[in-house]
C-alpha cells in the first residue's frame, strides 16, 4: 500500500534528480462505448513495470492533433475491443459481426498510416493487430468460424488472465528472440483475426490449427501485432508475457533518442536525383507516392536537408548536343527553386553551410543545388561561374560514360584520367567555390583530381568497394587517399553497390559506413543516399525512414558526435573550405 506522504515521495524524486532520465512515452489507445474512454488496467501497468511512461489515447477525428499526438510519444500499442467495421476493408458485413465501434475505427486506422510513416515502434493486441493490418492493405476475417477452417475455440469463456491454447512462434522471427522460446502458452477470445497479412509483413506465429496469432514487419520498422491479451496475463501474475512490454518500451527508448538527436543536429542527405521525376508532374508539398523525397517525407523521417542535383545522361559531345546539355542542366535548376517557390512557407534554397542552420532554426526544410555530369559546361569551362552564381554547390565530373571532362568508371580510359579541360575545370571549380565531386570517376581521375585540386574533394554517393567489388565504389587505398587529402565520401544506398547479389537492407548500408570509418576515419564519411536515382534499400527505403538509420547507427557504437558528423558535419566542413578558399566569390 502506499504511504499516502506527498512530501516523502516529492523529496525523493528530488532527490535522485542529477540521475533521472526520461521514460520513453507509450500512447495507447483506449475503448470507447457510451461517450466514455476507457482502459483495461494490465496495459498500463505492463507498460509502467516494462520502464515506459503510459499515455491513454481517446479516439477522435482531428488529423492535425494525431500528427501533433505523434510528435510527443515515443511508441503506440493499438490496444483490444470490438470488431472493425468491414465496410472499411471494402465488405460488406456477416450475420456473424458482432458490435463495431464507429469512433475507434476510423482513429485508429488513420493512426496507424501515420505512426508508419513516422517510423514510431507499434505493438498490435489482438483487435490491435487487426487495426494494423487492415490500415497497411492486409485482409481479415469477419468471423473465423463462418470463414476460416479453425479448430480450436479462440472465443473463450475463461477467465481473461488463463492461458487455453498454444502457440507455435516462426523459429527465425523477431517474436521467438523477444521470447527466447518457439512455443508458448496464451489467451483467446475473438472471432475476427488477420487473414492475410499486410504487405511488409510476416506471420510470426500459428495457432495448432492454423489461425494467424502474430505478426511482425520484414522492413525493419518496430512493428509486431499478436492476437492474444498478453496485458491480462500479466495482471494475472504470468510473467512470460514481459518481454512483449519490455521490447515495446526498449524500442521506444531507441527511437526517441534518435529522434532527440535529430531534433539538435544537422541532417544533410548529399544527393538526391527527384528532377529525375520532373516530367511525371509530382508534387513535393504532398506525400507523393511516385517520389522518394518530398517536404511530407523528409519531415516524417527527421532529415532536415538534401542535395538536389541536376542529372545528365550521358550523351553525344558534338556542339549541339552540348548546347542541349547545357540548356537542359539549367532547365532542371529553374524547375527545382520553381518547386521550392510553391512551399516557400515550409521550405527553401540553402547556399551555404550558414543557410542551413539558420533553416533549420526557422523551423524549414532545406535544398542544396547540385550537378551530375560535367556534360552540363560541355567543353566550356566558363559556365563553372555560371552554375556557381546560380548556386551549386557541386558538380560530378562524370556519369557513366567518359565525356570531355575525364575517364569514368564506366567508360573507356579514354584521357588516361582527366582531360586537359577537365584539369581547367578543376581549377575553375577552385577559383569559384564549387566543390569537385568524384564519384562515378575512374580511379585515374579519382587520383588526379586529388593533386590538381587545391581544395578537398568529394564523393557525394560512393560505398566501399571491399565490401561489394562493382568500379563505382571506392577502395581502401582511395578512401586512405581521399582522407590524406581532407576530402569525405559518402555512403550510397544502391542495392548494386551494397551488395553484389543483390536484396541489399539498412544493415548492408550501416556495413559499408562501418568499413568506410574503420579505413578513413569518422571524419571523412558521411551519406548520400541516391533517393529517386535507384538509391534505397529495404529500412531505409525513402526519407521517412532517415531515422531508422540513425538508430542503426547508435546500435553499430556510433556515438553523438559521430553521427553529427556522418550526417553532413564531415560534408560540411569541406563545403566551407571550399567556399571560403574561393577567390573569385560567386
Request: aromatic share 6%; proline share 3%; net charge negative.
Amino acid at each position: 500500500m502506499p504511504t499516502f506522504n506527498v512530501e516523502e515521495g516529492y523529496a525523493a524524486l528530488h532527490s535522485s534528480f542529477p540521475t533521472y532520465k526520461r521514460r520513453p512515452i507509450i500512447g495507447i489507445t483506449g475503448n470507447y462505448d457510451g461517450g466514455k474512454c476507457t482502459m483495461l488496467e494490465g496495459y498500463y501497468r505492463s507498460v509502467l513495470e516494462a520502464g515506459g511512461t503510459p499515455l491513454i489515447i481517446p479516439p477522435f477525428d482531428d488529423t492535425d492533433a494525431m500528427v501533433s499526438l505523434l510528435n510527443r510519444i515515443d511508441a503506440l500499442i493499438f490496444s483490444g475491443g470490438g470488431d472493425i467495421n468491414p465496410l472499411y476493408l471494402g465488405e460488406e458485413p456477416l450475420r456473424e459481426l458482432s458490435s463495431i465501434n464507429p469512433a475507434r475505427d476510423w482513429h485508429e486506422l488513420m493512426l496507424v498510416r501515420l505512426a508508419a510513416n513516422r517510423q514510431l515502434p507499434i505493438l498490435g493486441i489482438c483487435r490491435g493487430m487487426q487495426v494494423m493490418t487492415a490500415s497497411l492493405s492486409g485482409k481479415l476475417y469477419q468471423d473465423i468460424y463462418k470463414e476460416a477452417s479453425v479448430t480450436l475455440k479462440h472465443s473463450q469463456d475463461a477467465e481473461r488472465h488463463i492461458a487455453t491454447h498454444t502457440v507455435d512462434i516462426a523459429p527465425k522471427s523477431h517474436l521467438a528472440q523477444i521470447f527466447g522460446k518457439e512455443k508458448l502458452f496464451v489467451n483467446s477470445f475473438h472471432h475476427q483475426a488477420v487473414k492475410e497479412v499486410a504487405p511488409g509483413f510476416v506471420v510470426s506465429a500459428l495457432s495448432p490449427d492454423g489461425l494467424i496469432e502474430a505478426v511482425e514487419s520484414t522492413q525493419h520498422k518496430s512493428m509486431i501485432g499478436v492476437q492474444w491479451h498478453p496485458e491480462c496475463m500479466i495482471l494475472g501474475g504470468d510473467r512470460t508475457m514481459m518481454p512483449l512490454f519490455e521490447w515495446i518500451v526498449s524500442e521506444a527508448c531507441s527511437f526517441g533518442e534518435a529522434r532527440e538527436l535529430h531534433s539538435h543536429i544537422l541532417t544533410l542527405d548529399t544527393h538526391c536525383d527527384t528532377p529525375m521525376k520532373f516530367d511525371q508532374q509530382i508534387r513535393f508539398d504532398n506525400r507523393d507516392s511516385r517520389i522518394l523525397v518530398d517536404l511530407h517525407k523528409m519531415t516524417e523521417g527527421c532529415l532536415d536537408a538534401t542535395i538536389m542535383v541536376a542529372y545528365l545522361r550521358q550523351l553525344e559531345r558534338d556542339k549541339a548536343s552540348l548546347d542541349a546539355a547545357f540548356a537542359k542542366a539549367d532547365r532542371l535548376l529553374n524547375e527545382i527553386e520553381e518547386m521550392v517557390a510553391q512551399s516557400a512557407d515550409s521550405v527553401a534554397i540553402a547556399y551555404t553551410p550558414d543557410d542551413l542552420y539558420r533553416l533549420k532554426g526557422e523551423g524549414k526544410r532545406a535544398l542544396m543545388l547540385g550537378i551530375e555530369n560535367g556534360y552540363a559546361i560541355g567543353d566550356d569551362a566558363r559556365r563553372i561561374e555560371y552554375f556557381r552564381r546560380r548556386g551549386v554547390v557541386y558538380m560530378t565530373l562524370c556519369h557513366n560514360g567518359d565525356n570531355d571532362l575525364c575517364d569514368s568508371a564506366r567508360g573507356n580510359q579514354e584521357h588516361g584520367g582527366l582531360s586537359p579541360l577537365g584539369r581547367t575545370v578543376i581549377n575553375e571549380m577552385n577559383r569559384v567555390g564549387m566543390m569537385v565531386d568524384l564519384s562515378h570517376a575512374a580511379e585515374s581521375s579519382f587520383y588526379q583530381a586529388i593533386e590538381v585540386s587545391r581544395t578537398p574533394i568529394v564523393c557525394s554517393h560512393s560505398s566501399a568497394r571491399a565490401l561489394c567489388d562493382h568500379p563505382r565504389n571506392l577502395t581502401d587505398e582511395q578512401l586512405r587517399v581521399l582522407a590524406a587529402s581532407g576530402g569525405v565520401a559518402q555512403v550510397c544506398f544502391y542495392d548494386g553497390f551494397l551488395r553484389k547479389e543483390g536484396g541489399a537492407t539498412i544493415d548492408d548500408a550501416v556495413r559499408h559506413i562501418v568499413h568506410m570509418v574503420n579505413v578513413a576515419g569518422i571524419d571523412h564519411v558521411g551519406i548520400g543516399t541516391d533517393f529517386d536515382g535507384d538509391g534505397g534499400v529495404i529500412g531505409c527505403a525513402d526519407a521517412s525512414e532517415i531515422i531508422s538509420l540513425t538508430r542503426k547507427l547508435r546500435v553499430a557504437g556510433f556515438s553523438e558526435q559521430d553521427i553529427e558528423k556522418l550526417w553532413g558535419g564531415n560534408f560540411l566542413r569541406v563545403m566551407r573550405i571550399v567556399q571560403t578558399s574561393a577567390t573569385s566569390k560567386s
